[in-house]
């Protein structure tokens, strides 16, 4: 349904509005590298970078801007626990997706473009472990605010409350409007080895939002993935479970016929699949009006 419009303007309009504001807040967040502290430059990238730009542009454009952004209906508890429930039980299916895209292999006469990916996918892992360096409890439950739950609102606001929502506004086909904004936000984090797994969940969280009309889903989904790696990294910093930790859930010997990853990725596809038909046969039966007395 088209939402009534402050200023109308057009789509491509939109889209320089929308990524104008984003880089300005590129610049702006790069004022907190001063800090020497990447907890508050992370705080920082997240409200200046996603989280002002979604809600500057929402304003600026439409008259019910939280409408816009799916953010005036909350989660229902059902879609919450299917929420857990998937990214549960996918665990060694994208385990074994994230190791299948590290060994990814570019044409020879691309090596160039190859190294420059590998030299940016080092940096990112060296900035996340230096992040998650700690054995502090107090530590990693405000990496867990902010690597988790902040994170994950600023990033869906941006990606599948404003960008989606462009697209969708403008009518273009929704399966492909959230392919698209999927693979935008894959690349936007400049982790190409780790590019599939990360365009799956953007797939994930951009059907979330549509099934369910609530960018709480999505956020919700997104935040738990991200929480899951801050808590499983501290337990391992502190020895409780094996460095390896929850990353080689999934994973076959070598030789071996990657069994655990093949089922997880049938019974997710199932419930997601169950979850869809659920949310469609919902909303037909809310579209039926009510028959007259």
Known sequence: MKLEEKTSISFAMKQVLLWGLLFAGLIAASVAAIWQNMT????????????????????MIYRKPLHFLCLDKGPEWKDVAIVVAVMILSLPAMNYLVDLNSQMHLPSWL??????????????????????????????????????????IGEEMFFRGALLGVFLQKSVNKHVSIAFVAIVFSAFHLQFFGFFPRLLLGLWFGYLVLWTRSLWVPIIAHALNNSIVVVATYLANTQVIETSGIDSIGLPQAGNFPVAALVSAIVTALIIYLFAKIRKHRKVNNDIPAPEE
Do not use: K, Y
């Open 40 to 59: 508050w430059v992370m705080t920082a990238q997240n409200l200046l970078v996603f989280i002002a730009p979604a809600l500057l542009f929402a304003w």
């Open 111 to 152: 090596s160039g473009v190859e190294e420059w990916m590998r030299e940016s996918e080092d940096a990112a892992q060296e900035l996340t472990s230096s992040l998650l360096n700690t054995t502090s409890l107090a530590e990693m439950l405000l990496l867990v605010l902010v690597v988790g739950v902040l994170t994950g």
